[in-house]
């Protein structure tokens, strides 16, 4: 559907953070904004996060990274793949509350 809303990517870089995303990772769909893209960058983790993500939130789109890039590097590699108007980076253990994202458009 067209919208006038800038888009948004939310990327969240995740290493072995399975546990995280799980308890968290629900609370950003609790946002009102609706122009979003939620992408999980996954740092060469080798627990289960991707299959997790892959399973459990389908809508999510995940850039698996070759090698763990660590914080910075990560995420620049993550928003190299990544096309939105705007970037909210998020780390994995961060609980959101409802309507977080539409102020700061």
Known sequence: MPTDEPSVAIVILNWNGKHHLAQF????????????????????????????LQTTYPQVTVLPLTQNHGFAKGYNEALKLV????FMLLNSDVEITPGWLQPMV
Not at 26 to 40: G, H, R
Not at 83 to 86: C, I, N, P
Request: aromatic share 12%.
């Open 83 to 86: 096309e939105a108007d705007y």
């Open 25 to 52: 990772l629900p609370s950003v769909f609790t946002t009102t904004y609706t122009n979003i893209k939620l992408v999980v960058a996954d740092n060469a983790s080798t627990d289960d996060s991707i299959s997790f």
